[in-house]
Nanobody, 119 residues
Framework: QVQLVESGGGLVQPGGSLRLSCAAS????????QGWYRQAPGSQRDLVAS???????KYADSVKGRFTISRDGPKTTVFLQMNSLKPEDTTIYYC?????????????WGQGTPVTVSS
């Protein structure tokens, strides 16, 4: 089993910054991709940013130029640097990791970390 532990959420004023972290532990063989999603109450979970094993990144149009996804050397921790935050960025953020095993690919979610952008 794999555990994803998120941290870094909180309250920030508009225009401010936050850095989310997601640390993976457990039975990790080969990470294929990691990403951050966000979900408002009553809405679907939408992709914010993702990074593949090869380092290719993808961003939602609404965060391009403001958010940056990165990871540490061992690639077990993924970060989301969020700058120029707006009130509409307020919601719960979830990290996601897909891992390749001999018997197939499995996806894992973090528990979610809240981000509130408000003055």
């Amino acid at each position: 089993q794999v555990q994803l532990v998120e941290s870094g959420g909180g309250l920030v004023q508009p225009g401010g910054s936050l850095r989310l972290s997601c640390a993976a532990s457990g039975s990790i063989s080969s990470i294929l991709a990691q990403g951050w999603y966000r979900q408002a109450p009553g809405s679907q979970r939408d992709l914010v940013a993702s990074i593949t094993r090869g380092g290719n990144t993808k961003y939602a149009d609404s965060v391009k130029g403001r958010f940056t996804i990165s990871r540490d050397g061992p690639k077990t921790t993924v970060f989301l640097q969020m700058n120029s935050l707006k009130p509409e960025d307020t919601t719960i953020y979830y990290c996601f990791t897909s891992i390749y095993y001999d018997d197939g690919v499995q996806g894992f979610w973090g528990q979610g970390t809240p981000v509130t952008v408000s003055s």
